[in-house]
Every structure is written in C-alpha cells, then in structure tokens.
C-alpha cells in the first residue's frame, strides 16, 4: 500500500540555517504531494503541495520538488527562523486511495535563536 | 478564518470506559475525517465520512469505534470500551466538496490518555 517516510527527528537548527528534511514515499498511480505543518498547539495546515512530476511548491520561503525518479519530495528552506519551529508531516494522495491522505510520523524542527 | 474546532483538548479515562470526542468541520464541507497518532508514530487514517455514512475506513476502525454527525455541525468519534493502546492524539479533519487532490483542514487534536 501506499507509504511516507520521513527522517528522524528532532531536527535543530540555528537560525538562518539551511534546511532540508527528507521524504520518500511508495505509492501505486501517480500521487500527489503535500507537506503540513503544525505549530505549537495548533492543527494540522497544509504548507505546500506538488500534484504531477517536477512540480516545485513553494510557500512561507518553503520550497519542495516532486521528484518521480527517486520518489521523493524533500523540504527545504534557505533560512530558517525561530517561527519555523513546528513539526512538519509529508503525506501523499491517490485517486486510487479515494484522495484520503497517507502520512509521514513528521519530524520535529527546533530553531534556536 | 473558518477552522475546525476540536474538544476536548485533553481527555484521561479509565481503561473500558466509553469515549465521545467531538468535532465542528469548516460550515460548508462535505468531508470528514477522523486520523490518530499514537506518540511517536506515524499519522494513521481511521474514517472518512460523506452525505451522512462512512466512505472509508481502515482496519484500525474495529467494531469498537463509531462515528456520528447528530446534527448540522458536529461529528463524532466513540470510542465504545477503550484500551490501553488507544491512547493517541486524535485529529479531526474535513474538506469541501470538489477538492478532489487530498488537502484538508485539520482541528487541534483531541489528546486521548487511557489509564
């Protein structure tokens, strides 16, 4: 079935790092791809999404290309700041899969000021 | 801004007691969500919920679980005699009609502690 894999976290960072947080998924057809976010006591909120190949989203200063050559969908930003602190999830979807979502565990950002 | 609006924010109950977790969607969305995450793992889908039934649902969504929109506005997740391992944080979701590539829009989170 269809799978996310997202690297461990926590993930800690100065601010005004680089950030990249990696993800790979499996799916049978073609998906699409989305990145979500969740600050500190808030829900869930989609950052970004990319629904064919090649495809770059982009929001916030986020940015992450869907890469159909090696199934992934990495987020980067180029600095970061202490407001990007949250947990980030990457999820896929499928019309075979009733566009319902598959999620990633999501990974921990911390930025230190 | 509409939102999801999820209570309560924290829930701690006995092993074999009966759970309601509620659940206000975004007004004029047609599709509901329930998804868990047990600490540390991964976000799991549990049911999808259209025109008053359930579309979907995943192994998880045993006999032990139910869900209910009683009214106009709110839709529920009974859990019927929990256990241990249903501790999890519980996210209610939901979606208009036609957004056919999968974003939805996400509550809080119910915390669920079984004791």
């Known amino acids: 079935g269809d799978s996310v894999t997202q690297m461990e976290g926590p993930v800690t960072l100065s601010e005004e790092a680089f950030l990249t947080i990696n993800c790979t998924y499996t799916?049978?057809?073609?998906?699409?791809l989305f990145w979500y976010v969740q600050y500190p006591g808030e829900g869930l909120q989609l950052l970004l999404k990319a629904t064919k190949a090649d495809d770059k989203g982009s929001n916030k200063g986020f940015e992450a290309t869907y890469r159909k050559e090696t199934t992934s969908f990495h987020l980067e930003k180029g600095s970061v700041q202490v407001s990007d602190s949250a947990v980030y999830f990457c999820a896929l979807s499928t019309s075979g899969g009733s566009y319902i979502p598959t999620f990633g565990r999501g990974t921990s950002l911390i930025v230190h000021p | 801004e509409p939102e999801v609006t999820q209570t309560p924010s924290h829930q701690v109950t006995q092993m074999g007691q009966e759970v309601i977790l509620r659940c206000v969607p975004i007004?004029?969305?047609?599709?509901f969500y329930w998804y868990r995450q047990i600490l540390g793992q991964k976000v799991e889908f549990l049911v999808s919920?259209?025109?008053?039934?359930?579309?979907?649902k995943s192994e998880i969504f045993d006999d032990q679980f139910s869900v209910e929109r009683p009214d106009g506005s709110n839709f529920t997740l009974k859990i019927r005699s929990t256990k241990l391992e249903d501790s999890a944080m519980y996210f209610c979701a939901s979606r208009p009609a036609g957004a056919g590539t999968g974003e939805l829009f996400f509550g809080e989170g119910s915390r669920l502690t079984v004791l």
């Open positions: 007004s004029n969305h047609l599709y």
């Open positions: 919920f259209y025109n008053n039934e359930i579309s979907e």
């Open positions: 799916a049978t057809g073609y998906p699409s």
